[in-house]
């Protein structure tokens, strides 16, 4: 079991907004950065967002992270049917001092 | 255009090692560390740790400490990840990827294709 909480699923229609919840604690999400990876059925995962909030080139700004304690959120808005993916986060933990991830969110284009 | 190139499938029987490499093109290989991440059939992603290219210095998950071991070939731009006393939940892809933190703050932006390892007896 992860450290990191994650929803096994989220849905949306086109063009709604989303939101994926990570909750974790003061050993990981508390005191370090989190990270946001997408991953397409069959592929690598791709970083969507550094250092809570912050977007490499090349990623649409319809993906948006936040952090506030010991929870960390990705926005997906103007969803897309392409958005539709697994969706992970991570955070550094002091107390395993290793990366962790989270299990993982499944999202749905309906 | 940045690219990791990893080696192809593994089949091992459970005791024994595998070695997956990575190799870099397109950017400067010292300027950078490698991480490597594995997934299980239908699992989630797990890290395993990160190396600096630049020095050597490597960050193992606690877990795989005494089984890992992470090496760099700077003169090929190629990383290197072994894995001994493999069992049957070892089988995995393994994904090496270009780290662009360093210590605590590690985030992957260019990805191999993943090198899938089955240990089975």
């Known amino acids: 079991q992860s450290v990191l909480t994650q929803p096994p699923s989220a849905s949306g229609t086109p063009g709604q907004r989303v939101t994926i919840s990570c909750s974790g604690s003061s050993s990981n999400i508390g005191s370090n950065y989190v990270y946001w990876y997408q991953q397409l059925p069959g592929t690598a995962p791709k970083l969507l967002i550094y250092r809570n909030n912050q977007r490499p080139s090349g990623v649409p700004d319809r993906f948006s992270g936040s952090k506030s304690g010991t929870s960390a959120s990705l926005a997906i808005s103007g969803l897309r049917s392409e958005d539709e993916a697994d969706y992970y986060c991570a955070a550094w933990d002091d107390s395993l001092s290793g990366q962790e991830f989270g299990g993982g969110t499944k999202l749905t284009v309906l | 255009q940045v690219q990791l190139v990893q080696s192809g499938v593994e089949v091992k029987k459970p005791g024994a090692s595998v070695k997956v490499s990575c190799k870099a093109s397109g950017y400067t290989f010292t300027s950078y560390g490698i991480t490597w991440v594995r997934q299980a059939p239908g699992q989630g992603l797990e890290w395993m740790g990160w190396i600096s290219a630049y020095n050597g210095n490597t960050n193992y998950a606690q877990k795989l400490q005494g089984r890992v071991t992470m090496t760099t070939d700077t003169s090929t731009s190629t990383a290197y990840m072994e894995l001994r006393s493999l069992r049957s939940d070892d089988t995995a892809v393994y994904y090496c990827?270009?780290?662009?933190?360093?210590?605590?703050?590690?985030?992957?932006?260019?990805w191999g294709k993943g090198t899938t390892v089955t240990v089975s007896s």
């Open positions: 990827a270009r780290d662009l933190g360093g210590t605590y703050d590690y985030y992957m932006d260019v």
